[in-house]
């Protein structure tokens, strides 16, 4: 092995195998990502010694009777030294057990003959049986050419098996690497729990050529590129290879294998209960403590209409800075799996003291151009269907919900209207209202209108001691009612906007104290009150059904 050389299909520079496999097989001229056999890919993200294989010995036959497919078989079974073009078997991921699959590209291009689609089949029923998540790396040219509708029907088989396998209640981690294209794309690959992509990995189903003699056009630079794919919303994450293991390690330490929830409140007990048990006795006490705090901060309480300046100032803390201060381990998960990643909303998973969560939150940047990215926190559809994709994820991973909602409102905007923003918000209410699972939503700052309410259906909804909630800006109230917008501030005062007049109305349940103001000096003090309270509510609601927690929600909302 040591004599052979790789030559870069890139830039064409020879580099010897073994350093090659020492740099990942990224190219140390040009760090184009080479591929990876199926056995080098599991060593690299298995934790060593651990992988034990399955199915070796199943051979593909020569179901149509092609001419010439058995020589080509046994060409690449030499040059692979593999029965076909997968492997499959059961490893450990930083102690996490998984069924593990990888397709390797030199097997005839790792198309999908019938026993590609039975080993993948084969992997996931028995991770079905054992409850275990399933990790496949995906690297194909598509369907298999020689078994015709044979091959095809691995596409129907492999989702039927994913689709069990999902409604079980277990994980599915899909990672695209280059290329990740046809029949392949058009069913596993594109069914994960989370996607991951390498870095221009090469995702589409129709091949370029293909797509450039139909439109008779030449397609742009980075066409069907991991970044387009994550761009258009359909993968989650682009991970380096080097952090590829790490990655799939805490996604998979955040998917516990039991869902039982009798198992986990018992779990839960062991590690968390005495924390919990000195709250219970304490927290009653600072709570009040901190709402009189908030009612009657050290300096004199603010106006409606001061808040509502407040609220908008660029430095105010956002979402990212609460989710980087409460959690630990955020993986961000990007995309509605339908157009477009809304970079307006943020969102994905971390725990909090150990236990996995979903967060998500609207993101409003700081700097011109983060505000600018974030389209100044005004979500687009794709944006809300975005975090409903990841609620019931939470949902089915049985992971408490947490949002940050921060927004003037949603995008008013052509493309918005175009892709449906009023059924993105109605559908976002709707399906949080019914989650099975204990859901929180803490108002940052601004809070437009159903723009904010979309991510406002909490068990509980919490506010900001300066934070606002309304049903338009002041400005907007001002010149539909009273045709003048000049009088903002005086609509500001009579809107009962702020968070001492809605916990009064019972829109919101508990004021946050901004201990001076919700700036970044202040982000410690604040988190220290948000992790305590978060703490608590987590511990009550996690002790609750998911029956339970859906019906309280919909009284919650009911009495209004
Ligand atoms: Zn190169």
Known sequence: M???????????????????????????????????????????????????????????????????????LQKAREATGLNEGVIVGKCKIYENECIIGAIDSRFMMGSMGSIVGEKITLAVEEATKKRLPVV????????????????????????????????????????????????????FAMLGDIILAEPKAMIGFAGPRVIEQTIGKQLPEGFQRAEFQLEHGFVDAIVERKDLKNTIGNILSCHPKSRSKIVKTV??????????????????????????????????????????LTVRKPTRLGAREYINALFDGFIELHGDRYFRDDPSIVGGIATFNGIPVTVIGIDRGHELNEMM????????????????????????????????????????????????????????????????????????????????????????????????????????????????????????????????????????????PEFGGAEPANLEKISEHLREKISYFLNVTSRKSGETLAQERYNRFRVF
């Open 373 to 512: 990215r974030a389209n100044f926190g005004m979500p687009s559809p794709e944006g809300y269907r975005k975090g409903i994709r990841l609620m019931k994820q939470a949902e089915k991973f049985d992971r408490p919900v947490i949002t940050f909602v921060n927004t003037s409102g949603a995008y008013p905007g052509k493309e918005a209207e175009e892709n449906g923003q009023g059924e993105a918000i109605a559908r976002s209410i709707f399906e949080m209202s019914g989650l099975k699972i204990p859901t929180l939503s803490i108002m940052l700052g601004e809070g437009g209108s159903g723009g904010a309410l979309a991510l406002a259906v909490g068990n509980e909804v919490w506010m900001m001691e300066n934070a606002i909630y309304s049903i338009l800006s002041p400005e907007g109230f001002a010149s539909i009612l009273w045709k003048d917008g000049n009088r903002a501030q005086e609509a500001a005062s009579v809107m009962k906007i702020t968070a001492q007049d809605l916990n009064k109305l019972g829109v919101v349940d508990a004021i946050i």
């Open 267 to 308: 779990a839960l007990a062991g590690r968390q209960m005495q924390i919990f048990k000195k709250m219970d006795a304490t927290l009653a006490h600072e709570t009040k403590e901190a709402n009189d705090a908030a009612e009657t901060p050290n300096t004199n309480p603010l106006s409606a209409w001061e808040k509502v």
């Open 136 to 187: 496949l790396f995906c690297c194909s040219g598509g369907a298999r050419m020689q078994e015709g509708i044979l091959s095809l029907m691995q596409m129907e088989k492999t989702s039927a098996a994913l689709k069990r396998h999902s409604d079980a209640g277990n994980l599915y981690i899909s990672v695209c690497t280059d290329p990740t294209t046809g029949g392949v794309t058009a069913s």
């Open 2 to 72: 040591e004599n052979i050389k790789l030559v870069c299909s890139a830039c064409k520079v020879e580099t010897e195998h073994e350093k090659a496999k020492e740099n990942l097989y990224i190219c140390p001229n040009c760090n184009k990502y080479l591929r990876v056999s199926a056995m080098d890919r599991i060593s690299m993200i298995a934790d060593e010694g651990t992988f034990e294989s399955f199915a070796d010995d199943l051979v593909s036959g020569n179901p149509l009777e092609i001419p010439g497919y058995e020589e080509k």
